[in-house]
């Protein structure tokens, strides 16, 4: 084989990504910190074919995840990096029961979505991520602590690089568990804030803005943004909300957004910003799961300007997000 059939293949080949998914859905690199464990008592503990097993960590060794010892297996440092404990978001990327690894499955369907612009998720589960996200509560769990984990770096980035004081009232649409939000009050006293999100995220919101002591300037109500939004707020933030949504979706938010809005109110728009931040690889994933993109500063413009709304600033908030201010006319 020449160097490029095996680099293709190596980049191709679905049995090293799904071996890294199973070892993390399985545990194993939790399992076998330390001193590690026989292939015997893994396969009983885990309940697990002892000859499939045996394949899949031999694969393991050969990718130096784990390795020998002298009776069975135990993870090297290198492959510390899945542990549960290393906390840098792998564990939900990889694990197939949660929503990200789970959703990352709707790749074998890409095809579908290349063919047809819309997402893959839905054909290959049965429904769209968010229903999924309603029927199976553990899938929410998982994608909300995702989202929180995803801005953990960026939090105090977003806090300092835009003016936020401007804004006595700020409704954050679609705002997950509030940490966003409650950094933005934390860091502004004057600042009250509204946050609209589906019940069962909404609810845990009140938990952050109590551990940031802002719960007395922090409504929440649990409601759907396709719904009306509360009236009359300085801003209407949407973070993170637009990429996953095709168009007409995107449409509706927006049009509740300024049905909502006054004439000084400003609609503000976070998000990677295709061909400035946005991966390929991530814009592929937007595709497949959402049926949606990372949309370019063009696409924001035609996306906006049936509701009336000019692009007043563009602020860089990090290297992986934009903040895109919008006025009514
Ligand atoms: C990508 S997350 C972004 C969360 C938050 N804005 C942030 O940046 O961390 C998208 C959010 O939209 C919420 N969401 C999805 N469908 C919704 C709907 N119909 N109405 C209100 N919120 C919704 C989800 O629950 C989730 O919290």
């Not at 799904?18 to 194993?28: E, H, K, N, S, Y």
């Not at 690199?29 to 394949?55: C, K, N, V």
């Not at 004057?190 to 609209?196: E, R």
């Not at 595709?287 to 035609?302: D, H, M, N, V, Y």
Request: proline share 6%.
């Amino acid at each position: 084989m020449n160097d490029n059939v095996a680099a293709i293949r190596a980049m191709a080949g679905l049995a090293t990504p799904m071996t890294l998914r199973v070892a993390v859905t399985l545990g194993l690199p939790d399992r076998l910190r330390g001193d590690g464990t026989t292939l015997e008592h893994l396969a009983t503990e885990l309940e697990l074919s002892p000859t499939a097993l045996e394949l899949l960590l031999n694969h393991l060794v050969t990718l130096q995840i784990i390795e020998h010892t002298p009776d069975g297996y135990r993870t090297t440092d290198f492959g510390a990096t899945l542990c549960t404990d290393a906390d840098n978001g792998l564990t939900n990327f990889l694990h197939l029961e949660m929503a990200g690894g789970r959703a990352e499955l709707a790749f074998a369907d890409l095809l579908h979505s290349i063919t047809t612009g819309q997402a893959a998720y839905p054909r290959h589960y049965g429904q769209d991520f968010w229903a999924d996200l309603t029927q199976h509560p553990h899938l929410r769990e998982s994608f909300n602590h995702q989202m929180t984990h995803r801005f953990r770096d960026q939090i105090p980035q977003i806090i300092t690089n835009y003016d936020w004081s401007r804004f006595s009232t700020i409704v954050d649409v679609g705002g997950g568990h509030g940490t966003l939000l409650a950094a933005i009050l934390a860091a502004h006293p004057q600042t009250h804030g509204h946050l609209i999100d589906l019940a069962p995220t909404a609810t845990q919101a009140h938990h952050t803005f109590t551990a940031h002591q802002v719960e007395s300037r922090a409504q929440i109500t649990p409601q759907s943004f396709f719904d009306p939004l509360p009236k009359g707020a300085d801003a209407y933030l949407l973070c993170d909300i637009l990429h996953d949504w095709p168009d007409p979706q995107a449409h509706q938010i927006l049009t509740r957004c300024t049905e909502a809005a006054h004439p000084t109110t400003r609609i503000l728009i976070i998000e990677p910003i295709g061909g400035r931040h946005a991966a390929t690889e991530f814009d592929l994933a937007m595709l497949t799961i959402f049926g949606s993109r990372e949309r370019p500063l063009k696409a924001f413009q035609s996306l906006t300007a049936p509701h009336g709304l000019t692009l007043e600033s563009i602020t860089d908030l990090t290297p992986q997000r934009a903040l895109l201010e919008f006025r009514p006319i």
